[in-house]
């Protein structure tokens, strides 16, 4: 299944995509409809904003915390894991961590591994390596199976298959699933893919996972979850690897529960989600089940460069709850496919220039209005909008001297828009050249081309007045 | 150097930044606590009940001598014809006339099939409940495996109405968790659910269909 390798599409089509979703009446009825859905559940869990706003002081508290003391964790985090009989290692690159989880689904003779949800495995495109080295990576997240037996890729972190209609799922379903009658009940359509999936459970040799937060004192990896297909994976096959980024640390237990809570709640608006697991070790003697082997993979894929500016440090504070797509007009309007990333909606627009470079990516913290939303729902108080802001930046401009230049820096530099710049601002800076071109510029309008680049796609094309002000005034008070 | 050295090497070359004193978790909680009335028993059974309604679990309240006759009742009317246990309760389910007990009591490779393809229910102990969000406490070991609460399509839950907590943080401190976890904990509110198609809530999504919660409370049985 699913062998047909997909690659995303580099972010520089960006604009074409978007342009294409927000044609797509469909499209724009489903996403409009469930992030509503969800932006009113997520409301009404924070009644009280006094309190809500101590929540959240205290959640980006214990995130600024942990991130602060990152290396010390990671090493104690590493070794408690280790007492307790988990497996720890450290890769760089996706292909690092894809080859790591090869060779110990090699080592297992490895048929089938069945996934639990991970975004980390999605970022390091693992299903393509492990078709490639000849074994099956099945997604058991209902969404996620949905859109891996379509051969799409998610389009929203938390809800992976929100593009879709049930008419669509039901008639995938009937086509792709052997013995499936067309159903458009979802009830029904869940149970077919609970009693498929459940037949791989049972036949797969490995179980993979995310991880939603890592206790360091305890080396205990935690996963929330509503369906049970995390802990089927966690706990049916005889290994289980567990995959995530190198910032999801925290050194108590006890900072657990108030992000778990924030999480939840601003996710799906739920103040708790059904499975809470917490794996702290693999299948102890006199145990009946559990796996028997357990590996933690901790994936860096350029976090360390956000880690390495002050500012855009801050990006690693996320706990991928999705509540700034969710509230994003920008994401509602051309949904999770237009921005050809992993992660979409302002998360993805801030740290994928740090997975993949700013070269592929310098488009997408443009796709922001600014408005704020993400920033005000964010509940570890990430500053999206400043972020966005400053890689727009990044993404124009050499490294500040003392910098360490950020990957692709300065790729959106465009020799046409420095040009313009130079001139405006020997225009602005010049009162006798600024009062010719405004003379000058007002006699000639009727000269302005009416195509005005990417202007005139979706608006009237500008034009200089007939007068500049300084005329206008200068006449008002001759009068 | 290695991937390790090699990460750590770049976060540790990173400017250090503020460092945070460690955040305050418990005094936060107190004073939330405080504020919500979550002292008292009666207050924390009832939003407990209240809140795992919610979650679509059913809360049943019987006693500590009187649950195994109430899960007979419960299995004679959800028309269940096999009930998996943990060695724990072998004893009290014996004579309690339940049809179908099976005890959990072989590694899970030597009967998988059977496990996924012929158990209707299962029963487990619980450590305690959280009244906040209506939460079962579940921590497997030897005699009640991790797949008792997750595999069959009903989970019966047994749980001691003095071990309801305020909230998490609450439990985590009372029960002390820290540096006695098992190797897996388990948080349970309510039966397994999806809503990835088209945000449709469906229950019975990857594990049990129905959870139904045995509330042993002396003070009020039956």
């Known amino acids: 299944m699913n062998a047909q390798p997909l690659h995303f599409v580099p972010a520089s089509e960006f604009r074409e995509r978007a342009a294409t979703a927000v044609a797509d009446e469909h499209l724009r009825r489903s996403f409009r409809g469930a992030m509503d859905f969800l932006i009113g559940k997520r409301a009404a869990q924070f009644p009280d ?16 915390y942990s991130l602060a003391r990152l290396p010390e964790l990671l090493e104690l985090l590493e070794r408690r894991l280790t007492e307790n009989g988990i497996r720890v290692h450290w890769a760089e690159t996706p292909a690092e961590a894809n080859g790591i989880i090869i060779d110990i689904a090699r080592r297992h003779a490895t048929k089938l591994m069945v ?72 009830d029904e359509l869940i149970g077919i893919g609970r009693a498929v999936l459940r037949e791989k459970f ?14 360091a004192e305890t080396g205990t990896l ?3 979850e509503n369906e049970g297909n995390g802990r089927m994976c966690t706990t049916v096959p005889d290994v289980h690897i567990a995959i995530t980024g190198i910032e999801k640390v925290v050194e108590k237990l006890e900072h657990v529960p108030p992000l778990f809570g924030l999480l939840t709640r601003s996710a799906t608006g739920q103040a708790i989600t059904t499975y809470f697991n917490l794996i702290s070790g693999p299948r102890k003697p006199g145990e009946k089940d559990g796996p028997r082997e357990v590996h933690l993979v901790l994936v860096d894929n350029g976090r360390t460069q956000a880690y390495a500016d002050e500012q855009l440090r801050a990006t690693l504070q996320c706990i991928r709850c999705g509540a700034c797509m969710n509230h994003c007009p920008v994401y509602t309007r051309i949904g999770g496919h237009a921005y050809g990333t992993t992660y979409p909606g302002p998360i993805g627009e801030i740290i994928s220039p740090h997975l993949l470079g700013l070269a592929a990516t310098h488009v997408l913290p443009t796709a922001s209005s600014l408005c704020g939303a993400c920033g005000e729902v964010c509940p570890v108080r990430i500053p999206i909008p400043d972020l966005l802001v400053r890689l727009r930046g990044e993404a124009q401009h050499d490294a500040r001297v003392g910098q360490r230049p950020l990957l692709g820096q300065g790729a959106a530099r465009n020799l046409l828009i420095d040009a313009v710049w130079a001139g405006w601002a020997a225009l602005y800076t010049r009162p006798l050249l600024y009062r010719a071109f405004g003379w000058l510029a007002t006699r000639l309008r009727l000269l302005t081309p009416p195509r005005q680049s990417g202007w005139t796609q979706s608006r009237t094309p500008l034009r200089p007045a007939r007068r500049t002000l300084h005329e206008e005034m200068a006449a008002r008070t001759r009068r | 150097m290695s991937a390790r050295d090699n990460i750590l090497q770049r976060l540790r070359q990173a400017p250090p930044g503020p460092r945070p004193l460690p955040p305050d978790v418990w005094g936060q909680q107190a004073a939330r606590t405080d504020a919500a009335g979550a ?22 309240r019987t006693s500590r001598d009187d649950w195994p006759e109430m899960l007979r009742e419960l299995c004679l009317a959800k028309g269940v014809r096999s009930l998996l246990h943990g ?27 059977e496990l996924f393809r012929d158990i209707d229910a299962s029963l487990t102990s619980t450590r305690g409940g959280i009244a906040e969000t209506g939460t079962l406490i579940i921590w497997p070991d030897a ?5 008792l609460s997750l595999v069959p399509p009903i989970h019966f839950a047994l749980l001691d109405a003095g071990q309801i907590h305020a909230d998490l943080l609450a439990a985590i401190g009372a029960q002390e968790w820290s540096g006695n976890l098992p190797t897996n904990a388990l948080l349970v509110s309510g039966p397994s659910k999806t809503a990835d198609i088209q945000v ?7 594990g049990p269909k129905e959870l139904v919660v045995l509330l042993l409370d002396g003070e009020d049985a039956r």
């Open chain 2, 39 to 60: 002292g008292d028993r009666g207050e924390r059974i009832r939003l407990f009940c209240e809140k795992m309604a919610f979650w679509r679990g059913e809360v049943v």
């Open chain 1, 49 to 64: 904003l006094a309190a809500f706003e101590r929540q959240r002081a205290l959640a980006e508290h214990i995130r600024k």
């Open chain 2, 87 to 113: 060695e724990r309760h072998a004893a009290a389910l014996a004579g309690s006339g339940i049809a179908g007990l099976r005890c959990y009591d072989r590694p899970v490779e030597e009967w998988k099939a």
């Open chain 1, 115 to 186: 996934k639990g949800k991970s975004m980390v495995s999605e970022e390091i495109e693992l299903n393509h390596a492990m078709a490639d080295a000849g074994m099956e990576a099945l997604e058991s997240d209902m969404g996620e199976y949905i859109v891996q037996l379509d051969g799409e890729k998610p389009s929203h972190i938390i809800m992976p298959a929100i593009h879709k209609t049930k008419e669509q799922i039901a008639r995938l379903f009937a086509e792709k699933v052997p013995g499936a009658r067309y159903t458009d009940s979802v």
């Open chain 2, 143 to 147: 005699s009640e495996p991790r797949l």
């Open chain 1, 222 to 224: 935690c996963l929330v």
């Open chain 1, 202 to 215: 049972m036949a797969a040799e490995i179980g993979l996972s995310g991880v939603n937060f890592a206790v």
């Open chain 2, 200 to 206: 449709t809530l469906a229950y019975g999504a990857h």
